[in-house]
Antibody, heavy 122, light 110 residues
Framework: QVQLVESGGGVVQPGGSLRLSCAASGFTFSSIGMQWVRQAPGKGLEWVAFIHYDGTNKYYADSVRGRFTISRDNSRNTLYLQINSLRAEDTAVYYC???????????????WGQGTQVTVSS | QSALTQPPSASGSPGQSVTISCTGTSSDVGAYHYVSWYQQHPGKAPKFIIYEVTKRPSGVPDRFSGSKSGNTASLTVSGLQPEDEADYYCSSYAGNYNLVFGGGTKLTVL
């Protein structure tokens, strides 16, 4: 069965950096696009970034472009999110999610991890 | 890119039907047939229930249905069951490689 396990979250000071990881199993990771989505405490979901199956194309939300970098290592079945210049408003649970294959485009996600908490605080 | 607009709450009794709206603009919901819906129970990851406005992935009960009119998409839950109590989120492609979510609706089964 599909499993997505995020790690790397923690408490970091404003301006700091973190690298989040998402270990994937149960499907052919190297063939499928992946997403990061975040959820601030008590708030709704916010799309963060998408990466194509081979890493050639990457898309970012305006709120994170230039500070966050999505990447993947298909040999390790792992998705990453490098987050720099952290701000208080980046405090959230960060989910990785797998692209739903049976739809045109990259707009739907059929499996989600349990998330990793990022807290930005001095 | 602004979030899509959803009512903060909705409710219904067991067996009834409830419809949750998701209002966007002519640049997102109104422009594309790429609206998805997700269900999220407290403390859990979201679950995928609708894609391309009306389609259900296998395993999702047919009590869940989606529709769209103009800039507003809707999710209808028929024959409400206690386990349907959850938060529901819509999302839409918004052009220019952007994806936008709604603010979420808390569905209460009375």
């Amino acid at each position: 069965q599909v499993q997505l396990v995020e790690s790397g979250g923690g408490v970091v000071q404003p301006g700091g950096s973190l690298r989040l990881s998402c270990a994937a199993s149960g499907f052919t990771f190297s063939s499928i696009g992946m997403q990061w989505v975040r959820q601030a405490p008590g708030k709704g979901l916010e799309w963060v970034a998408f990466i194509h199956y081979d890493g050639t194309n990457k898309y970012y939300a305006d709120s994170v472009r230039g500070r966050f970098t999505i990447s993947r290592d298909n040999s390790r079945n792992t998705l990453y999110l490098q987050i720099n210049s952290l701000r208080a408003e980046d405090t959230a649970v960060y989910y990785c999610a797998k692209l739903w294959l049976y739809s045109a485009g990259w707009y739907s996600m059929d499996h989600w991890g349990q998330g990793t908490q990022v807290t930005v605080s001095s | 890119q602004s979030a899509l607009t959803q009512p903060p709450s909705a409710s219904g009794s067991p067996g009834q039907s409830v419809t949750i709206s998701c209002t966007g603009t002519s640049s997102d919901v109104g422009a594309y047939h790429y609206v998805s819906w997700y269900q999220q129970h407290p403390g859990k990851a979201p679950k995928f229930i609708i894609y391309e406005v009306t389609k259900r992935p296998s395993g999702v009960p047919d009590r869940f249905s989606g529709s769209k009119s103009g800039n507003t998409a809707s999710l209808t839950v028929s024959g409400l069951q206690p386990e349907d109590e959850a938060d529901y989120y819509c999302s839409s492609y918004a052009g220019n490689y952007n994806l936008v979510f709604g603010g979420g609706t808390k569905l209460t089964v009375l």
